[in-house]
């Protein structure tokens, strides 16, 4: 059984920093990607940024380019994502999920599979 687990959410003010984790299990770790997206309620699911396990190539939405860092740690079975220079329109719940592999079109969520149950992300002005 694949399980996805977030956590590192939590309140920070604006310019700071968070780091997400994604303990993913119940299948190979390397052979699949893990992308990040964020909700806000009332929005669409936003693509954030997409790793590709068994390379380290990552994708992100240009909206992020440049202050977040998504990483992994394959023996921990672990995907990172860094967060830096926070704002608050960086708000919202935040959300792992595993396909085959990354690509330009990483964002679309009908792609994925498995999801987990997110974590919250608060950034105050």
């Known amino acids: 059984e694949v399980q996805i687990v977030e956590s590192g959410g939590g309140l920070v003010q604006a310019g700071g920093s968070l780091r997400l984790s994604c303990l993913a299990s119940?299948?190979?770790?390397?052979?699949?990607?893990v992308a990040w997206f964020r909700q806000v309620p009332g929005k669409e699911r936003e693509g954030v940024s997409c790793?590709?396990?068994?390379?380290?190539?990552?994708f992100y939405a240009d909206s992020v380019k440049g202050r977040f860092t998504a990483s992994r740690d394959n023996a921990e079975n672990t995907v990172f994502l860094q967060m830096n220079s926070l704002k608050p329109e960086d708000t919202a719940v935040y959300y792992c999920?595993?396909?085959?592999?990354?690509?330009?079109?990483?964002?679309?969520?009908?792609?994925?599979?498995?999801w987990g149950q997110g974590t919250q992300v608060t950034v105050s002005s």
């Open positions: 999920a595993v396909r085959g592999y990354c690509s330009d079109s990483f964002y679309y969520t009908f792609l994925y599979d498995y």
């Open positions: 119940g299948y190979t770790f390397d052979d699949f990607a």
């Open positions: 790793i590709d396990t068994s390379d380290g190539s990552t």
